[in-house]
């Protein structure tokens, strides 16, 4: 099955992170485009996550531990892990997901 990002329409999940998003049965893969400043506040979710930053600067605090993390790096967040970031340039950041991401459908 081909997919065109493109084709997909994005959605605003939280304010300032538009996500153009695929759903599979196991997994949800969120492709997002950030605007500058935009914040996502401490939160936690029984989905594992696989963050990738591939354009831009992002500062994620994961557990009480902030970072800056910029084109290249990934970060995996076990599942409950408490985690939240703002952008600080805008940015673009692939999210993977284990299991589905039902509330992203």
Known sequence: M??????ITPKEIIKGFHGRLIHTEHTTIAYWEVEEG???PVHSHHNEQ?????EGRFELTV????RIYEAGTVVYLPPHVPHGGK???PCK???IFSPVREEYR
């Open 38 to 40: 935009s914040e996502i």
């Open 87 to 89: 952008a600080l340039t």
């Open 50 to 54: 696989i963050m990738q930053v591939t």
């Open 63 to 66: 557990d009480g531990d902030t």
């Open 2 to 7: 081909d997919i065109e990002l493109k084709d």
């Open 93 to 95: 950041i692939t999210d």
